[in-house]
């Protein structure tokens, strides 16, 4: 099993950037496909970036050319840059690990880390 805690987030005005960070304990961290998610309020939990346990990424078109996710496996840890934030960027920003099994799917959430884009 894994657990999750999101950290990095605040608030940041228009223009500007954040990294996010979800660092993971529990299990064999390098075996999990790791993602971002974000859900503003009033709104459904969207995609943002995922990177494969292989290294693979890709993102939502939101997050295209702005967000850039990647990994350390020695450290347990995943990371969220953003840059040239909007206000629509505005979200609870959630980390998520998933792990393929023979028979099953686990999947494991981290309790969210606010951003806040605003001037």
């Known amino acids: 099993q894994v657990q999750l805690v999101e950290s990095g987030g605040g608030l940041v005005q228009p223009g500007g950037s954040l990294s996010l960070s979800c660092a993971a304990s529990?299990?064999?961290?390098?075996?999990?496909?790791m993602y971002w998610y974000r859900q503003a309020p009033g709104k459904q939990r969207e995609f943002v970036a995922t990177?494969?346990?292989?290294?693979?990424?890709n993102y939502a078109d939101s997050a295209k050319g702005r967000f850039t996710i990647s990994r350390d496996n020695a450290k347990n840890t995943v990371y969220l840059q953003m840059n040239s934030l909007k206000p629509e960027d505005t979200a609870v920003y959630y980390c998520?690990?998933?792990?393929?099994?023979?028979?099953?799917?686990?999947?494991?959430w981290g309790q969210g880390t606010q951003v806040t884009v605003s001037s």
């Open positions: 990177i494969t346990s292989g290294g693979s990424t």
């Open positions: 529990g299990s064999i961290f390098s075996a999990y496909n």
């Open positions: 998520n690990a998933e792990l393929m099994a023979t028979s099953r799917i686990f999947s494991f």
